[in-house]
């Protein structure tokens, strides 16, 4: 065995390992820092297969963008870990048999991978016109004329799904102050400050004890 087979196989237990305790762990943010682990080493696994362009991108968009914001939003909510493990028994039978659906899906889908009996090379070299070939020029040309229509079809879902979760995240909290930005646009300058007219400053009556001590002093 090879270096390169051994730190496949590294990275890949190291992400089956890290995956696994994403959806077993009890603490929100130790599973999104669990994700953030399993796609370290997915990029490094992608690295291995000579696609660059994939694994960079992995680690600055998901890595550097999508996890920090879950890390950052599963730190601020309130989330009550209680009520959301209830039922969970209750629903374990029906979510074990989509699972193993699921698997056997994808293990459909990915079994012809495994029987290439060569292995595939990356698109370096000279085109037609005597052009370098590159994989990211490649990759972005296969995406916008082959699978552009599945691209934006998983653009639209990916907007439904960011529309939903702020649905379902905002609601309205009694401990804090909320103030509604269309009353802040309509406000006008004499609504925030008002002028209010006061007499002027008296001197205060003195009572008697303090008239009596007053004359004292002055004789």
């Given at each position: 065995?090879?270096?390169?087979?051994?730190?496949?196989?590294?990275?890949?237990?190291?992400?089956?390992?890290?995956?696994?305790?994403?959806?077993?762990?009890?603490?929100?943010?130790?599973?999104?820092?669990?994700?953030?682990?399993?796609?370290?080493?997915?990029?490094?696994?992608?690295?291995?297969?000579?696609?660059?362009?994939?694994?960079?991108?992995?680690?600055?968009?998901?890595?550097?963008?999508?996890?920090?914001?879950?890390?950052?939003?599963?730190?601020?909510?309130?989330?009550?870990?209680?009520?959301?493990?209830?039922?969970?028994?209750?629903?374990?039978?029906?979510?074990?048999?989509?699972?193993?659906?699921?698997?056997?899906?994808?293990?459909?889908?990915?079994?012809?991978?495994?029987?290439?009996?060569?292995?595939?090379?990356?698109?370096?070299?000279?085109?037609?016109?005597?052009?370098?070939?590159?994989?990211?020029?490649?990759?972005?040309?296969?995406?916008?004329?082959?699978?552009?229509?599945?691209?934006?079809?998983?653009?639209?879902?990916?907007?439904?799904?960011?529309?939903?979760?702020?649905?379902?995240?905002?609601?309205?909290?009694?401990?804090?102050?909320?103030?509604?930005?269309?009353?802040?646009?309509r406000v006008k300058a004499k609504d925030r400050m008002s002028v209010?007219?006061?007499?002027?400053?008296?001197?205060a009556p003195l009572d008697d004890a303090s008239a009596s001590i007053?004359?004292?002093?002055?004789?």
């Open positions: 065995m090879d270096v390169k087979t051994g730190l496949f196989y590294f990275f890949s237990i190291v992400l089956l390992i890290a995956a696994f305790r994403v959806i077993t762990a009890r603490n929100p943010v130790h599973a999104v820092l669990y994700l953030v682990l399993a796609f370290f080493q997915a990029s490094a696994i992608w690295l291995l297969l000579k696609a660059e362009f994939l694994a960079i991108t992995l680690v600055l968009v998901y890595v550097g963008a999508v996890m920090v914001l879950f890390l950052f939003v599963v730190m601020m909510l309130d989330i009550n870990v209680d009520s959301a493990r209830e039922g969970f028994w209750k629903h374990f039978p029906l979510a074990a048999v989509v699972g193993v659906l699921i698997a056997l899906e994808m293990a459909a889908v990915l079994i012809g991978g495994f029987r290439v009996s060569e292995e595939p090379h990356a698109a370096t070299g000279l085109g037609q016109a005597g052009v370098e070939l590159s994989n990211t020029r490649e990759l972005g040309k296969l995406l916008y004329t082959q699978y552009l229509y599945p691209l934006e079809i998983a653009a639209a879902i990916l907007l439904v799904a960011m529309i939903a979760a702020i649905a379902l995240a905002l609601r309205q909290r009694k401990d804090s102050k909320h103030v509604s930005p269309s009353e802040q646009v209010i007219k006061m007499a002027a400053t008296q001197v007053t004359a004292e002093n002055k004789v």
